[in-house]
């Protein structure tokens, strides 16, 4: 009679945790490319959302108003949840940087209706307009995320490090 053993646990190298994921290659990656270069990734999903739904909200609505709006509002969330993992920002600055990247999304997203309302009323096609007016916003939101929203904290602002108390021998 035979007896079968089982097989042998694999190598600690050959479990599959123990490859790199697919985030640990992107966090090695973040390292090596500059913090603009991933804005600017973030930046054209969340536009492309935008974009897209303008364009289906406007087809629905018949309002640009509410197109840009609505679409501002679904493509902001994404931008704010993944330019904190960008920036790096630290978990206890949600509501500040929250507060700080609604303030300029809110003057961006002004400024976007007022270029598209302009364009498109001047005979501008809506896709057009949309285009040339949030191209042209992109270096001034990126500008005011990283110094307004997701800025390190000035010396003032940053926790003062509690000093070990010294015992005496």
């Not at 959302?49 to 018949?62: E, F, K, M, Q, R």
């Not at 790096?88 to 507060?99: H, I, M």
């Not at 809110?106 to 007016?133: D, E, H, N, Q, R």
């Amino acid at each position: 009679m035979t007896t079968t053993t089982s097989p042998a646990l694999p190598a600690s190298a050959d479990l599959p945790f123990s490859r790199p994921t697919v985030l640990n290659r992107l966090a090695s990656l973040r390292s090596r490319i500059p913090t603009v270069v991933l804005f600017a990734a973030v930046s054209f999903s969340g536009w492309t959302i935008d974009y897209a739904l303008v364009l289906i909200l406007n087809s629905l609505t018949g309002s640009v108003l509410y197109a840009v709006v609505g679409a501002r509002v679904v493509s902001c969330t994404l931008g704010f949840l993944l330019n904190r993992r960008l920036f790096r920002a630290a978990p206890e600055t949600f509501w500040r940087s929250a507060g700080g990247y609604a303030a300029v999304q809110g003057g961006v997203a002004a400024t976007s209706y007022a270029g598209i309302a302009v364009l498109a009323g001047a005979g501008a096609p809506l896709w057009l307009a949309k285009v040339l007016v949030d191209s042209t916003l992109f270096i001034v939101n990126y500008l005011a995320q990283s110094r307004l929203v997701y800025r390190a904290p000035a010396p003032a602002e940053r926790p003062v490090p509690v000093q070990a108390l010294a015992t005496a021998a």
